[in-house]
């Protein structure tokens, strides 16, 4: 329903029997807050639930040796930029500097999620991970766009713009809005940062009734990543893009310290190999490394779960490279055009929702009184962002160096592994042979944070330090060309 002013009346034929239950104690609500109720029942497409429901529960039919079927990548759809042609990178690093240049490209960051498991109920994004410039992860993002703008706008001598369009969800929204307009953007123009939320879908009891959160209203929650499709085109983003010219998309998940942001390698890599879609991987660790893979399932691409490979699988190698056939690793950094973008809508009910048995608080519709269950009572439905892949027509898929390009942070501080510590660490030791590939020395000692406006991927350096020794020990931020000149001399 889409009415400005929802009436009980309106509301009720909507909800039908099956769900009518949840106005169980409308009546007993003080107007104003019957008033919101209905404006959030009227926000609700009730019947698509019902269906989106329906679908993800029923029965799905017994397996058969062709579902069953997983085969890897074919090598003409992969290539690798680990001990490749630095000839053949520099073209792609062209071609997307060109693309860049023109406009044509565009960046969407998926940021809803808060930083709960850090110890921090803000942004994710927000997280300082103790770097000598104690820098947000939204802040070195920003800043890798604004370096590639210079770049692209002093090799064209004109200006450029990447648009940024960054995906909260309900409860990140205004804190990320307000952390944006507190830092300025970073530097980067309010009318090219565009913040938009993704949708929300209600829990559901077993037997496909919604859960009430309180008396007055549903107990909704992200629809999960691959919300975001539908929120690029009910939110206006897709039409914002498309007055803009973008043709070219590069989306990626907010906590990964070490992404590429608009990577013009990515970027030419997939528009030379003129794919609408397309997905950057890496090497898995080892066979029972606990990642997604890229992999061919049932004649599409999908991103196949590690336990739906068996381990003779996993551990099965191309007989030419002797690499992990099923080896990869999926890390959310994706390539769409954007008429690609245009076409989901075309087969969104189509695409499978999946099941979360989750513990969600709710009222008791014979007492009134609020249930904490202590096991599962509830389903939650979500799309997964890679859930489009099996629909595009020309997949590319880019194998990146993990160390340069992903370091995720998922865990507690001192976890050991994908944490903040962890994250300072991989960024420090990636400036270290930044510098040291350009030519300088570098002391032991010395922990050296270059800033992204000063270099992107290692570039500019070599003209200042080939040949110099780094003068630091200890932690030392370079912010600008100045300060890197400085510290060779």
Request: glycine share 8%; with cysteine; aromatic share 8%.
């Amino acid at each position: 329903m889409s009415a400005s002013t929802p009436t009980l009346d309106s509301i009720e034929a909507s909800l039908g029997s099956k769900q009518s239950h949840v106005l169980t104690f409308y009546a007993s609500l003080p107007p104003a807050e019957q008033a919101a109720f209905l404006h959030e029942l009227a926000s609700i497409d009730i019947d698509r639930c019902n269906t989106i429901f329906a679908k993800a529960t029923q029965t799905p039919p017994a397996a058969t040796a062709h579902e069953a079927d997983l085969k890897p990548l074919p090598d003409a759809m992969v290539d690798s930029t680990i001990g490749a042609d630095e000839a053949k990178v520099a073209k792609w690093w062209d071609t997307g500097m060109e693309s860049i240049a023109k406009g044509e490209c565009a960046v969407v960051l998926m940021a809803g999620g808060q930083g709960t498991r850090l110890g921090s109920s803000a942004p994710k994004g927000c997280y300082d991970i103790s770097l000598p410039s104690h820098k947000s992860l939204f802040q070195l993002q920003a800043e890798r766009i604004l370096r590639l703008q210079n770049l692209a706008s002093r090799l064209h001598g004109k200006p450029v713009v990447i648009p940024w369009y960054v995906m909260t969800s309900g409860p990140t929204r205004k804190d990320t809005e307000d952390f944006f307009k507190a830092n300025g953007n970073w530097g980067l123009p309010a009318e090219n940062v565009i913040v938009f939320e993704q949708g929300v879908l209600p829990a559901f009891y077993p037997d496909g009734r919604l859960l009430l959160a309180t008396k007055g209203s549903l107990s909704l929650s992200p629809d999960g990543n691959g919300g975001i499709y539908a929120a690029l085109r009910t939110q206006k983003v897709l039409d914002d893009m498309r007055k803009r010219g973008v043709k070219y998309v590069h989306l990626y998940g907010v906590d990964n310290c070490l992404v590429r942001v608009a990577d013009p390698v990515f970027f030419g890599y997939c528009i030379a190999k003129g794919a609408d879609c397309g997905a950057k991987v890496v090497r898995k660790s080892s066979p029972t490394e606990a990642a997604g893979v890229l992999a061919v399932k049932d004649g599409k691409i999908n991103v196949v779960e590690y336990s739906e490979i068996s381990k003779e699988m996993a551990a099965s190698v191309h007989p030419k490279t002797g690499q992990l056939l099923f080896g990869a690793a999926n890390i959310a950094n994706h390539f769409y055009t954007t008429a690609f973008l245009e076409k989901v809508q075309t087969y969104e009910k189509e695409l499978e929702y999946h099941i979360a048995h989750k513990k969600v608080k709710t009222v008791d519709l014979a007492t009134g009184t609020g249930v904490a269950p202590t096991t599962p009572n509830a389903i939650k439905l979500e799309l997964f962002v890679f859930d489009v892949f099996p629909h595009a027509q020309n997949f590319a898929v880019l194998e990146v160096d993990r160390k340069e390009e992903f370091s995720p942070l998922k865990n507690a501080p001192n976890t050991g592994t994908d944490d903040p510590q962890t994250s300072r660490r991989d960024i420090l030791a990636q400036h270290r042979r930044f510098l040291e590939a350009a030519g300088a020395t570098v002391e032991a000692a010395a922990e050296v944070e270059l800033s992204p406006v000063v270099t992107y991927s290692g570039e500019g350096l070599k003209e200042v330090v080939k040949g110099k020794k780094v003068h630091a020990s200890g932690a030392i931020y370079v912010a600008s060309d100045t300060d890197l000149k400085n510290l060779v001399a």
